[in-house]
């Protein structure tokens, strides 16, 4: 089934060879009176899709044509859903590509899915015993695979929709999936090359072992509890909590000297049983002549264990300054047994159960058998001490179970010279990484890269293409550990034309077996700049025409374990990077800056700010939820206090626009609600002001050729000097990844530029009709204002701007659709810093004279005239050319600008040091009684002053107190002084 037929974009009847295409939406209607964002927000995306528009062709990169600009989503888990880490990145590549694509580049955003072998495992094993009481080994392999694959076709495109709903401009031709059939053949051969550059290997190593889940698990699904006193963790498959955050001393008592003995400490005693040695430091005077000297193991009498020395491991400062050597079980005592030559003994099968190497603790889950070794040492008199011991402990993420390091066999990946080389690409400025801090961090990572452990004990996922050979008379029982018992290869027939070259037998005498495991995840992921677009076909249209990518846009949690294996597999498959740029975002928190969890109950749904959420459904939400009961009365407690009226209906285009604006590089995003609320509103606000303005705009309007030709007044020219400047702000913030810049100043432009002041002077102008050619001036700006302004703000509100554009008069001029009108660029004819300089003078008194009318309480039916005394000749004709603009918007009367002072029966107000603003208000006001009125008032502040005051001084004011909290009250104190001055200054005048 395509991806196309799956998600409806069309319908495409191959038999008939008949398209039915989507018409587009509607728009004869009037416009309602109010922004309604799912009115909005339907029939639109379909429509885009069918159209093509978010299609690339890559022969018009080919044809040079066009210039290429790819991204790669990020690839979300099959059984993800939308979160609000992913509205931060659709929010962001959305409004990079949809920039690109208007400014004439080919732009491919490139959409797809990750089969994220264990998280979907484990949500398929567990539907499997809720619904049918089995588990995936009562099937098998091939009957459980099924069962995934009809689950990942039944849920597995649900997230795509939800992308779909917040408007990503996504290329749905070109929809992969990590486990398809391009992808498996890809990761295949990517496997064979690097197993061929000797760059794939098999050892046994130490890995991160998850015995619930039976599997070794990679480092970004790990998460690490601090534990700083003593406690009981839950951990699955125990009826009562482990206990941690101790130390237990014992002691090894010397073979030949039962008297003398050696002390060490551990958290985990139960890897005891695996003892092979214990570590003195070759300096310290305690263990003089004891190094080479035998131990005895309680336990295990026949384990030869001595005494080594090891200045690596061994601190002589720290305890007894011996430590216990267990290299099957700790990675430090891994890299101890490899410098010693130590035997590496398992002690836990892959469910966590002691084996037989545990001697009498056989067969006992290791937390129980770390009491009965603890119960067994004490008989014998061998234990010395517990101790309370800070410490941090490693918890899978997917299964809740702490992680066991042990040694397995496994494929691994040699990293440090692929790393090197990402070293190396970066301080040559090949690949740019921003904001640059994370540099640092990317130097840190690859400098101290590990070899990579690639193999997983799953089902779901990429199998691996290595084969064990069994070879009559030569290898009669294969060790899966050893590497000379394996062949990696393509297919089986090419695996058993390895094996007999290899063992130089006939093929009737070999039998191969696949390996069961599968890759990690993270191999096929960091492939996918590759494989996304025809690797390994380097004959693929697509990838001679869009790789590389130009920009790899994601979170900073995953440079290492995404960007960085990207990066590495692309070198060393294609010798090429796989993009030239990485642009990382940081982490969305919550208002309080406190990080999402489940087990916090703060984890914002974008779903629920979209189309919002009673608080009825939010608490049913947490009491449906797996948390414990605490943390379930916590979430809902939460809850009530947040949105004590539930989540009102925001949109998407409010949800996308909100975190733009948020984006000041190298800071985390505080996503509060109430903000986005309040961008819904400027929502309202662009109809509003959009649908004012049709209302001014013949229905048969044509833009003039040259609107520099035309009569145009000073609010014109400052208004669309002020669109050509916000086109360069919003150029420059896209190209520079300054997303808050650029939505910071659309959001200037259209309310406080637009709405609050061009629009309300021209309303006059067009309503007088005695003066048609500054009526056709006003009419041609506001048009092309209007037309600019949408196209600019289309990247960061898809949804609004096309339903409003398609609104606008001149189908020919504005074309079929806002996704692909060039976008507006900074025109230098139109520009001028005076424009902007004089109008902040006049604003200047437009607002004073605001201030001084509501200090003084003056009625709106009272227009007081307005007396400027203007000592500066550069500004006063100024100021009497514009005289109506300011009695507009400052809503008095006459106003009128002089050399001269005004006369008595005015207040008076400086506005700069050769500008002063009097408003007679002789007649309009009793000054005695408002004297009389403004003193109680300044008294009335003064108080609340004195409460702000002490509110700020309390101890620990800036430790203690919320940051938003303080922001508050400074915000207060702030605005009461200046209350209290301009109160002041009024009673001075009146007096």
Not at 204 to 219: E, F, G, H, K, Y
Not at 646 to 673: H, K
Not at 711 to 740: H, Q, Y
Request: glycine share 6%; hydrophobic share 40%; proline share 5%.
């Amino acid at each position: 089934v395509s991806t196309q037929s799956t998600w409806g974009f069309f319908i495409r009847m191959e038999a008939k060879k008949i398209v039915t295409h989507i018409p587009k939406k509607d728009m004869s209607a009037p416009m309602e009176n109010a922004y309604d964002p799912k009115k909005v927000e339907s029939g639109w995306y379909d429509w885009w899709v069918d159209q093509g528009f978010f299609h690339a062709d890559s022969e018009a990169v080919l044809s040079k044509k066009k210039k290429p600009y790819s991204i790669l989503i990020p690839p979300p888990n099959v059984t993800g859903s939308l979160h609000a880490g992913h509205a931060l990145f659709i929010a962001i590549q959305d409004c990079i590509i949809r920039h690109k694509k208007m400014s004439g580049y080919e732009a491919l955003w490139i959409p797809g899915t990750d089969h994220a072998g264990i998280a979907t495992q484990t949500v398929v094993e567990k539907t499997l015993m809720k619904t049918e009481h089995l588990t995936r080994h009562d099937l098998g392999r091939d009957k459980f695979l099924e069962k995934v694959w009809q689950w990942k076709e039944n849920y597995g495109g649900r997230i795509l929709g939800q992308f779909k709903s917040m408007g990503c401009a996504l290329d749905w031709d070109r929809c992969f999936f990590t486990m398809d059939e391009p992808r498996i053949k890809a990761v295949t051969e990517a496997f064979c090359k690097m197993a061929e550059k000797g760059i794939i290997y098999r050892a046994n190593r130490i890995v991160n072992w998850d015995c619930t889940l039976r599997t070794a698990v990679s480092d970004v699904e790990v998460e690490h509890m601090d534990i700083k006193e003593p406690t009981n963790v839950k951990v699955p498959g125990y009826a009562k909590g482990v206990e941690v955050g101790y130390l237990i001393h014992f002691a090894y008592k010397l073979k030949d000297i039962p008297e003398k003995e050696i002390v060490v400490a551990t958290t985990r005693l139960e890897t005891m049983l695996g003892d092979v040695a214990v570590a003195v430091n070759s300096k310290d005077k305690r263990y003089e002549g004891l190094i080479g000297k035998e131990l005895v193991h309680p336990f295990i009498k026949d384990r030869k264990m001595v005494i080594i020395a090891d200045d690596v491991l061994v601190d002589m400062s720290f305890g007894t300054g011996a430590v216990k050597v267990t290299p099957a079980h700790d990675p430090n005592d891994f890299a101890c047994g490899e410098r010693n030559k130590l035997p590496q003994i398992n002690i836990l099968g892959d469910d966590g159960t002691i084996n037989e190497n545990g001697g009498e603790f056989k067969g006992m889950p290791r937390f129980t058998a770390r009491e009965a070794v603890r119960a067994a040492l004490e008989k014998m008199n061998l234990i010395r001490d517990k101790t309370k011991n800070p410490m941090a402990i490693s918890i899978s993420q997917r299964s809740g179970e702490i992680i066991e390091p042990m040694i397995r066999p496994q494929w691994w990946v040699r990293s440090a010279e692929m790393a090197a080389r990402a070293v190396d690409v970066v301080k040559k400025g090949e690949l740019k990484i921003l904001p640059e801090a994370h540099e640092k961090t990317w130097y840190q990572w690859m400098t101290n890269s590990r070899d990579w452990c690639i193999s997983r004990q799953l089902w779901w996922g990429h199998r691996i293409p290595a084969y064990l050979c069994t070879v009559q008379g030569k290898i009669e029982n294969p060790d899966i550990a050893n590497p000379d018992h394996w062949v990696i290869a393509r297919n089986m027939e090419e695996a058993m034309q390895l094996a007999v070259e290899k063992y130089g037998v006939t093929a009737d005498k070999i039998k191969l077996t696949q390996d069961p495991d599968v890759l990690d995840t993270w191999f096929s992921s960091g492939l996918l700049p590759l494989t996304s677009l025809g690797w390994p076909n380097l004959e693929s249209k697509d990838f001679q025409a869009f790789f590389p990518t130009q920009l790899l846009e994601t979170g900073t949690d995953i440079l290492f374990f995404w960007v960085a294996r990207m990066v590495m597999m692309s070198l060393t498959l294609y010798d090429k990077l796989p993009f030239t740029t990485v642009f990382l975002h940081n982490l969305v928190k919550d208002a309080q800056g406190q990080k999402m969890s489940k087990s916090k109950g703060n984890v914002i749904d974008p779903l629920e700010i979209i189309g919002g959420c009673s608080l009825e459904n939010l608490i049913k939400k947490v009491k449906e939820s797996n948390l414990p009961q605490k943390e379930i009365d916590r979430g809902m407690n939460l809850r009530k206090k947040e949105f004590p009226d539930g989540i009102p209906e925001c949109s998407s285009d409010a949800l996308r626009f909100s975190l733009l604006t948020y984006m000041n590089q190298g800071t985390n995003i505080n996503l509060d609600i109430k903000r986005v609320v309040g961008y819904r509103h400027f929502c309202n606000k662009l109809w509003n002001a959009v649908k004012f303005a049709l209302m001014c705009i013949p229905q048969d309007f044509k833009p003039a050729p040259d609107i520099t030709k035309l009569k145009l007044s000073f609010a014109d020219r400052w208004i669309l000097s002020s669109l050509s400047e916000l086109a360069k702000t919003v150029n420059e913030g896209f190209d520079s990844f300054n997303f808050g810049v650029a939505s910071n100043a659309m959001y200037d432009f259209w309310l406080h530029k637009l709405c609050d002041v061009y629009l309300e002077v021209v309303k006059p102008v067009i309503y007088s009709k005695t003066d048609p050619a500054g009526t056709e001036a006003a009419v041609n700006t506001l048009y092309k204002c209007l037309h600019g302004a949408l196209r600019l703000t289309h990247p960061t509100m898809p949804f609004l701007t096309e339903e409003l554009y398609q609104r606008l008069p001149c189908p020919e001029f504005k074309g079929d659709s806002i996704c692909i009108a060039p976008f507006p660029v900074f025109e230098p004819a139109l520009f001028s810093p005076d424009y902007a300089n004089q109008m902040e003078l006049a604003m200047n008194l437009v607002q004073n004279a605001r201030s001084m009318i509501a200090t003084l309480n003056i009625a709106s039916k009272y227009k007081p005239k307005m007396l400027i005394h203007c000592r500066d000749d550069s500004k006063l004709e100024f100021l009497n050319q514009n005289a109506g603009l300011i009695s507009t918007l400052a809503k008095i009367g006459e106003v009128e600008a002089k050399k001269e002072k005004a006369t008595e029966g005015c207040i008076m107000h400086v506005v700069t040091p050769l500008i002063d603003l009097y408003l007679q208000v002789k007649g309009i006001i009793d000054p005695k009684t408002e004297v009389a009125r403004l003193e109680k008032k300044v008294k009335q502040l003064e108080g609340m002053l004195t409460k702000i005051t002490q509110k700020m001084a309390v101890k620990d004011y800036e430790t203690k107190v919320p940051e938003e909290v303080r922001i508050e009250n400074k915000e207060k104190l702030e605005n009461t002084k200046s209350e209290i001055a301009a109160m002041q200054t009024c009673i001075v005048d009146l007096k």
